[in-house]
């Protein structure tokens, strides 16, 4: 199987419009955060059924994928290994985790990252030492850190939630605005399972919440404490 294949179906599958509405979307202006992308026009279901298909894809193959400058090409890549990862052994896994750490530097928009970081990062490292995230979380390059908050939302899923915590306090001095809507995002899911984790960790940093990140992570609370919350003014220092 030759990634020549892939890419002739995936320019089958093509669409115009989506190509031209997409590049707005993901922020691939000058300047931007997605700079450069280049769309084709191919939506994720599709996508989701390309990977089945082409799940036995070689290691080679799928990085050639990974480095191409077609972001529908790299999603493919990120989506045939969590696919894989799913159904793999221990040893397997450690290869694809691996590998995707290895090659992150193409995985370089919010949706390869969450496409992929909850299941092969989080999934490989839900019985094991995580330390490697809180060095991700620092790291100068954005979707470092959004790899590193994103991937807890396995361990949310586990009822873990003390990485989750751990590093959306880091990341509360984070400039970047996707990672504030991310390390809320996370937050409310932890809320979903536990209220009061997120409610104390709320009145503990509210100060130095950023805006996004509280609004993403009060989502779901009662309307009353949402408004509180919202309302309530900073302590002069």
Not at 117 to 145: C, E, F, N, T
Not at 157 to 178: K, P, Q, V, W, Y
């Amino acid at each position: 199987m030759r990634v020549e294949t892939v890419r002739g179906r995936l320019r089958k599958l093509a669409d115009r419009k989506k190509a031209e509405f997409f590049p707005s979307f993901f922020k691939t202006g000058k300047g931007e955060y997605g700079e450069g992308d280049v769309f084709i026009g191919v939506t994720v279901p599709l996508l989701r059924k390309l990977a089945k298909e082409f799940r036995q894809l070689d290691y080679a193959e799928i990085r050639l994928l990974l480095k191409s400058k077609i972001h529908e090409e790299r999603l493919l890549a990120l989506l045939i290994l969590t696919g894989r990862f799913s159904a793999a052994g221990e040893k397997e896994r450690k290869k694809i985790f691996s590998f995707y750490l290895k090659h992150r530097a193409f995985v370089n928009n919010w949706d390869l990252v969450d496409a992929s970081a909850p299941y092969i990062v989080g999934g490989y490292l839900a019985d094991k030492d995580r330390r490697i995230l809180y060095k991700l979380a620092k790291s100068k390059r954005l979707w470092d850190r959004r790899i590193a908050i994103v991937a807890t939302f396995r361990f949310i899923r586990n009822g873990d939630f003390t990485d989750t915590l751990a590093l959306s306090r880091i990341l509360l001095n984070d400039r970047e605005d996707l990672i504030h809507k991310a390390a809320g995002w996370m937050l409310r899911e932890v809320y979903k399972r536990n209220a009061d984790a997120v409610e104390n960790f709320i009145n503990a940093f509210l100060e130095k919440m950023p805006r996004t990140m509280l609004r993403y992570a009060i989502e779901r609370f009662p309307e009353p404490k949402r408004k509180e919350f919202l309302q309530r003014p900073k302590t002069a220092k």
